[in-house]
């Protein structure tokens, strides 16, 4: 059973930081991208940032870039997502997801966690 479950959430001022982790079990950790995704209310799920199997590559969408950082440390199973200089435009449900390789196509990642809630207030 492929589980990820996302943690480190939470609310926060505009200016603050956070850590999202995502744990990861059921799969080979090191054989997958991972990816974040955040929907806020009445949007769609919006690609925000990938790494790829070995930490090799990193992508993220224009409005994170220079402040979210993602990272995966493979002898732990999990991924990371530093979020810094947080705005209230990144208020959201944010996604942890897995796939054989990362895309900014939502359709393209097998495996999802179940969410966890940031809001950033003003």
């Known amino acids: 059973q492929v589980q990820l479950v996302e943690s480190g959430g939470g609310l926060v001022q505009a200016g603050a930081s956070l850590r999202l982790s995502c744990a990861v079990s059921g799969l080979t950790f090191s054989t997958y991208s991972m990816g974040w995704f955040r929907q806020a209310p009445g949007r769609e799920r919006a690609f925000v940032a990938a790494?790829?199997?070995?930490?090799?590559?990193?992508y993220y969408t224009d409005t994170v870039k220079g402040r979210f950082t993602i990272s995966r440390d493979n002898a732990e199973n999990t991924a990371y997502l530093q979020m810094d200089s947080l705005k209230p435009e990144d208020t959201a449900v944010y996604y942890c997801a897995a796939a054989p390789y990362f895309d900014s196509d939502r359709r393209k990642w097998d495996y999802w966690g179940q969410g966890i809630q940031v809001t950033v207030s003003s």
């Open positions: 790494v790829s199997r070995s930490a090799e590559y990193t």
